[in-house]
Every structure is written in structure tokens, then in C-alpha cells.
């Protein structure tokens, strides 16, 4: 099975799951700014191997179908596991992490299911809020940490993501990234990867 990870596409999925366990081992480490400098590399990845994969030629439909599965569980982890490991420790494992984290969860294995079903629609939109928007805002709402109060940071960034939670699996039209956002994207993951990382290190 190790042979279909040979496949570029397929590869640049497998390490974004890499970038996924360092940032899942930073986050229960309790240093929660250099876990999500990390895993918007994973978010990178994630949005790296489709534009891969599009322009590989003669992929086999074994390979695809491979790395359409594998997509799918890196897709779990970094959108809705690491969210929810990073809120638990934020929070210091209070009751209402732990409904946030159960929320995230849940939206994230039901969106997921329902795609891997059903694809897009056929305007070629997405059902629901992506889980590949969780991690940005994330990163969005520490750097501007330094803003808010101690008080009211953990509720609000809680709250925040029980939103974020109903959007994944809310009957809304999200449009389908093109190459553009791709661009904007990938400039802002370095620059707030670098932000967070460099603050964490301070």
C-alpha cells in the first residue's frame, strides 16, 4: 500500500499528516502559537496536492482513488482534531471546550462523509464551510491576541469555532477555491506562520 504514496500528489498529502503530528504534539505540549505556525503547513499541503494531482498526467485511477481517501482523513485532523486539541488546551480542558471540541468533531466527520458521497454541487460550490478555513481564522484570532484580554479571549475564540462548527454543516454555498485565493492563501499561511512561530520563540 506504501507504493501509492510514490505519486507526488499523494506524497505532499502524506506530509502535510506530518505536519499535522508535529503540530498535534506542540499543541498537547501546551505551546499553542508554534502548533498553529505549523499546522498551516498542513493547510498548505492540503491545498498543494489537488493542484498537484489536476495537472499529473496519466495518474492511475487506483492512485486517485488513494489519495482521494487519504485527502479525506488529513483533511479530519488538521481542520477538526488539531482545532480541537488546541481549544482543550487553551481553554484548560473546561466543559465548554470540551462541547466545542465534540461540535468540531462531529461537523467535521459528518461534512467529510457527506463529500466523499456526494462531491460538490454541480454549480461546483461547496455545501457547507470547509474545514480547511478553520486553521486560518485560528491563526487570525492569536495574532491578534496581544489585543484582548485574557478575559475574554478563551470564551470568544471558543465561540468563534461552535460557528464555525454549525458552517460546516450548514445548507450554505461556499465557492470552490481558484487560483487567486490559492495565491493569497499560501501568502498569508507564511506570514502568519512566521508571526506566530517567531512570537512563540520570543
Same mark, same amino acid.
Given at each position: 500500500m506504501l507504493k501509492y504514496l510514490w505519486d507526488p500528489a499523494n506524497a505532499i498529502t502524506t506530509g502535510g499528516l506530518l505536519f499535522s503530528s508535529v503540530s498535534f504534539f506542540l499543541a498537547l505540549s501546551n505551546r499553542l502559537e508554534l502548533s498553529i505556525a505549523t499546522a498551516l503547513w498542513a493547510v498548505l499541503s492540503d491545498h498543494l496536492d489537488g493542484i498537484?494531482?489536476?495537472?499529473?498526467?496519466?495518474?492511475?485511477? /487506483?492512485?486517485?482513488?488513494?489519495?482521494?481517501?487519504? /485527502?479525506?482523513?488529513?483533511?479530519?485532523?488538521?481542520?477538526? &482534531? =488539531?482545532?480541537?486539541?488546541i481549544l482543550i488546551q487553551l481553554s484548560g480542558a473546561s466543559g465548554f471546550a470540551l462541547v466545542t471540541a465534540t461540535a468540531l468533531l462531529a461537523a467535521g466527520a459528518i461534512r467529510l462523509s457527506y463529500f466523499?458521497?456526494? !462531491? %460538490? =454541487? %454541480? /454549480? !461546483? %460550490?461547496?455545501?457547507?464551510?470547509?474545514?480547511?478555513? @478553520?486553521?486560518? &481564522?485560528?491563526?487570525?484570532?492569536? $495574532?491578534? %491576541?496581544? $489585543? &484582548?484580554? @485574557?478575559?475574554f479571549f478563551v470564551p470568544v475564540t471558543l465561540s468563534t469555532f461552535i460557528l464555525l462548527a454549525a458552517l460546516h454543516v450548514a445548507p450554505i454555498r461556499i465557492a470552490a477555491p481558484n487560483m487567486t485565493m490559492y495565491v493569497a492563501l499560501s501568502i498569508f499561511s507564511v506570514i502568519a506562520s512566521s508571526a506566530l512561530g517567531l512570537r512563540s520563540l520570543s
Amino acid at each position: 500500500m506504501l507504493k501509492y504514496l510514490w505519486d507526488p500528489a499523494n506524497a505532499i498529502t502524506t506530509g502535510g499528516l506530518l505536519f499535522s503530528s508535529v503540530s498535534f504534539f506542540l499543541a498537547l505540549s501546551n505551546r499553542l502559537e508554534l502548533s498553529i505556525a505549523t499546522a498551516l503547513w498542513a493547510v498548505l499541503s492540503d491545498h498543494l496536492d489537488g493542484i498537484v494531482a489536476a495537472h499529473t498526467k496519466n495518474r492511475h485511477p /487506483d492512485v486517485a482513488k488513494m489519495g482521494k481517501s487519504l /485527502d479525506g482523513f488529513a483533511d479530519l485532523i488538521y481542520g477538526a &482534531v =488539531l482545532p480541537a486539541a488546541i481549544l482543550i488546551q487553551l481553554s484548560g480542558a473546561s466543559g465548554f471546550a470540551l462541547v466545542t471540541a465534540t461540535a468540531l468533531l462531529a461537523a467535521g466527520a459528518i461534512r467529510l462523509s457527506y463529500f466523499d458521497n456526494f !462531491g %460538490r =454541487l %454541480r /454549480d !461546483g %460550490r461547496f455545501l457547507g464551510l470547509p474545514l480547511s478555513y @478553520d486553521i486560518p &481564522v485560528m491563526a487570525i484570532i492569536f $495574532l491578534a %491576541r496581544p $489585543l &484582548v484580554s @485574557d478575559e475574554f479571549f478563551v470564551p470568544v475564540t471558543l465561540s468563534t469555532f461552535i460557528l464555525l462548527a454549525a458552517l460546516h454543516v450548514a445548507p450554505i454555498r461556499i465557492a470552490a477555491p481558484n487560483m487567486t485565493m490559492y495565491v493569497a492563501l499560501s501568502i498569508f499561511s507564511v506570514i502568519a506562520s512566521s508571526a506566530l512561530g517567531l512570537r512563540s520563540l520570543s
